[in-house]
């Protein structure tokens, strides 16, 4: 049977599908699931979820599947949105201060210790159909303050990243904050990405990175 057929199989059972798969979710050895969480039929095992705060909000779309991740918000009115038929194992999600958002798009596939930080009201926003290797380190701020020496202000003020649709991104990757990647981008592995990339198609790579080539796109099978 072909994943669509099964997914056709299960919506006609919802109800049931749901109710099942809350109660797998919830058992003591499986999860440590704190805060407001909304998931539709998806599978999540080995996960520890951690809120500190007001309103914060953690929604899972359908078919998607969470294995050995951790998400700790310290804040309010923070939100965590994971699309429908997405992929994420062992990511770590932390997101600090009031007013963050963390969307990943539907079918994107975080493949393995991807850090993902998100503080002081940005946002880090990943689109659809995207693959992330392992390794990974995103981030939208610093944690910690630069401070110009003859005025005593910080000058580090965290910025929102953006991630466009069908961007494949290599192992060993630092996106910091203010980035940007346009649609059906590649990264190569090791680069160092913190400005804006805007134009699409193409591979980015180096430390720091920039467009080494152009009229390009990739699959996820080798053909």
Not at 78 to 94: K, R
Not at 111 to 129: P, R
Not at 136 to 141: A, S
Request: hydrophobic share 35%; with cysteine.
């Amino acid at each position: 049977m072909d994943k669509d057929k099964i997914i056709k199989a299960i919506n006609r059972h919802r109800k049931l599908a749901k109710i099942f798969l809350a109660m797998y979710m919830h058992l003591p050895l499986n999860n440590k699931l704190g805060g407001n969480i909304s998931h539709g039929l998806s599978f999540i095992k080995g996960c520890k979820i951690l809120c500190r705060g007001k309103n914060n909000k953690i929604v899972i779309g359908d078919f998607t599947r969470l294995i050995g991740c951790t998400i700790r918000i310290q804040g309010n009115n923070n939100t965590v949105i994971i699309g429908d038929a997405c992929s994420c194992n062992h990511a770590d999600i932390w997101m600090e201060d009031d007013n963050n958002t963390l969307q990943i798009g539907d079918k994107t596939a975080l493949c393995g210790s991807i850090q993902l930080a998100v503080i002081e009201g940005t946002q880090l926003i990943i689109g659809k159909d995207c693959l992330f290797s392992s390794k990974i380190d995103i981030r939208t701020g610093d944690s910690h303050s630069l401070i110009q020496q003859d005025t005593g202000k910080r000058i580090n003020y965290s910025r929102s990243i953006t991630i466009e649709d069908h961007v494949w991104v290599g192992t060993g990757v630092t996106i910091l904050k203010g980035t940007h990647i346009a649609n059906h981008c590649m990264v190569g592995a090791g680069s160092l990405l913190c400005k804006k990339y805007d134009d699409s198609n193409c591979v980015i790579a180096g430390n720091p990175a920039k467009e080494v080539k152009s009229n390009v796109d990739w699959l996820p099978q080798r053909i």
